[in-house]
């Protein structure tokens, strides 16, 4: 692969936090604001509800499936 073939790949990566195809908007919203709220808990704050932590598991699998499609998907663009 060359240097401009490499970079141009990277620009049509979406910039970090904002949605793509393979991780909508809503989910990134979501999933940061779960986050805020353990953050807040960890510093003796309300915690999570179980409901909020097994939301929160679901919303990190799917962040990392969808980092994982989002790879696999430049892959195939940069194959011959």
């Given amino acids: 692969m060359r240097v401009d073939e490499l970079k141009?790949?990277?620009r049509r990566l979406p910039a970090e936090g904002l949605p793509d195809r393979?991780?909508?908007a809503?989910?990134?919203?979501?999933l940061r604001e779960l986050m805020d709220g353990k953050e807040?808990?960890?510093n003796a704050g309300p915690s999570l509800t179980e409901e909020e932590h097994a939301e929160l598991s679901?919303?990190?699998d799917a962040e990392v499936h969808?980092?994982?499609?989002r790879a696999d998907s430049l892959l195939r663009e940069l194959s011959p």
């Fill in 58 to 60: 679901l919303l990190i």
């Fill in 22 to 24: 393979f991780f909508t």
């Fill in 66 to 69: 969808a980092a994982t499609a």
């Fill in 26 to 30: 809503t989910q990134r919203d979501r």
């Fill in 40 to 42: 807040v808990a960890a």
């Fill in 8 to 10: 141009a790949a990277v």
